[in-house]
């Protein structure tokens, strides 16, 4: 067989790139992301694309951006949760809370399913839970600090009563 010169100096430029990135490769942990494109050693994701349901570490990432930079992909930090962010029906991303229903829908079950709901961002009933959530912590707070301060003054009676016995 004869030896296929341009593939042989493609090989060669692959050696040497990855023999070059590997300092700077951080491989993926038990608890880590993996990178959907590596193959062989799986490298850790820094960020997952929301259109291509994809995950991608940071020399995957920068082919991902030289494709798809002016197609206006939405990049958010690496998730392994990126099925449960995604419509089983549609196969779309979950952007929207279905206040009616108290769950997450995509754009087509807004159409089809949830027209006369009452519906919000999935940000915005983010941000009202959350709001939500810090209001019943502090009065959950409140509630200790009270109990707190009652428990105080019981001891104080008991600690007081016990003294007035011992004086008898």
């Known amino acids: 067989l004869s030896k296929n010169v341009m593939f042989a100096e493609m090989v060669e430029k692959l050696k040497k790139t990855r023999c070059q990135a590997a300092p700077a490769v951080l491989h993926a942990g038990s608890g880590d992301v993996q990178c959907d494109s590596c193959t062989g050693f799986k490298q850790k994701a820094v960020k997952t694309c929301r259109e291509c349901q994809s995950s991608y ?28 962010m995604i419509c089983p029906q549609h196969d779309k991303m979950l952007e929207i809370y279905c206040r009616t229903d108290q769950r ?5 079950c807004l159409v089809d399913e949830h ?11 983010r941000a009202e839970k959350q709001r939500h959530f810090e209001e019943m912590q502090r009065k959950i707070q409140e ?11 019981i001891r ?10 011992e004086k008898r």
Do not use: P, W, Y
């Open 57 to 84: 570490c940071q020399n995957h990432l920068e082919q991902h951006e030289n494709l798809f930079r002016s197609k206006g992909h939405n990049l958010m930090a690496a998730t392994g949760r990126l099925q449960e």
């Open 104 to 108: 997450c829908i995509c754009m087509l």
């Open 115 to 125: 027209k006369n709901h009452d519906t919000v961002s999935t940000a915005a009933a």
């Open 143 to 153: 509630t200790i600090q009270q109990k707190k301060k009652g428990l105080k003054q």
């Open 156 to 165: 104080e009676a008991v600690e007081s009563h016990k003294v007035s016995l």
